[in-house]
């Protein structure tokens, strides 16, 4: 599982349903949900 920082929960956690994207700059990237609050988070970097 990918580890992301949640800003509504102020800390950081799994990412649950992570995805790798890319950003429109070209750069890889994760996409997921906190497995607490549902909010969308996101990691730079893959």
Do not use: H, L, S, W
């Not at 599982?1 to 800390?11: D, G, L, P, R």
């Amino acid at each position: 599982m990918a580890e992301a920082y949640c800003v509504k929960c102020k800390a950081k956690r799994d990412m649950k349903d992570a995805q790798k994207i890319t950003m429109k700059n070209g750069k890889p990237a994760t996409q997921g949900t906190c497995p607490v609050c549902g909010t969308k988070m996101f990691r730079i970097g893959g």
